[in-house]
C-alpha cells in the first residue's frame, strides 16, 4: 500500500473516532508520523474536502470528518 495512503486512512480513522478533535491530537494519535506529516496530509485532505478544519485561536484547529459540498479552511 502507498505510504500516502496509509496516512490518509490513519488520519482519516482519528478524525471519525474523535471528532472535534485538534490538529495535535491527531499527532499524538500518530506517533510514528512527524508533526510535519500529518500536517502535509491534513492539507491535503482538507483541499479535497475529507477533512473539515475550523480554527479555534491563534494556531489550533479542529478536524471533523468532511461533508460532501461542505467548506473547509485550509492550512
Known amino acids: 500500500m502507498n505510504r500516502q495512503l496509509m496516512v490518509a486512512d490513519r488520519i482519516l480513522e482519528t478524525v471519525s473516532q474523535m471528532p472535534g478533535c485538534l490538529l495535535d491530537e491527531v499527532v499524538m494519535a500518530c506517533p510514528?508520523?512527524?508533526?510535519?506529516?500529518v500536517f502535509?496530509?491534513?492539507?491535503?485532505l482538507s483541499r479535497e474536502g475529507r477533512?473539515?478544519?475550523?480554527p479555534k485561536g491563534t494556531g489550533r484547529y479542529v478536524l471533523q470528518p468532511g461533508?460532501?459540498?461542505?467548506?473547509?479552511v485550509h492550512v
Open 32 to 37: 510514528d508520523l512527524s508533526w510535519n506529516q
Open 40 to 44: 502535509l496530509e491534513v492539507d491535503r
Open 51 to 54: 477533512v473539515c478544519l475550523t
Open 67 to 72: 461533508r460532501k459540498g461542505g467548506r473547509s
